[in-house]
């Protein structure tokens, strides 16, 4: 199984972008979903997660800006980034609780990550 983003890249500030991530391989269901981001530095943070049933969290950092959302049939989540600030610029990372079969528990992974670098 392995998550792969896309979507990230340079941009200037007020700007947005959409991140994407799927999910691939032997899966049989995803639970949570989520984006964290590591600016340098600084620690890895959370961004925003989604339940398997839609329901999400953000950080306090990016509420009314950003949205995460989930298509389950195509086992991807996405980060919609409006109004984008400097301080934003991180590499961001997805990550997903994943269950190859019914017979073990969920298993969290992580993407590769992409840079996001929003420019004053």
């Known amino acids: 199984v392995q998550l792969v983003e896309s979507g990230g890249g340079l941009v200037q500030a007020g700007g947005s972008l959409t991140l994407s991530c799927v999910v691939s391989?032997?899966?049989?269901?995803?639970?949570?979903m989520g984006w964290h981001r590591q600016a340098p530095g600084h620690q890895r943070e959370l961004v925003a997660t989604?339940?398997?049933?839609?329901?999400?969290n953000y950080a306090d950092s990016v509420k009314g800006r950003f949205t995460v959302s989930r298509d389950n049939a195509k086992n991807t989540v996405y980060l919609q980034m409006n109004s984008l600030k400097p301080e934003d610029t991180a590499v961001y990372y997805c990550?997903?609780?994943?269950?190859?079969?019914?017979?073990?528990?969920?298993?969290?992974?992580w993407g590769q990550g992409t840079q996001v670098t929003v420019s004053s």
């Open positions: 391989g032997s899966i049989f269901s995803i639970n949570g």
């Open positions: 989604i339940s398997s049933s839609g329901m999400t």
């Open positions: 990550n997903a609780y994943v269950r190859a079969n019914p017979y073990v528990p969920a298993t969290v992974l």
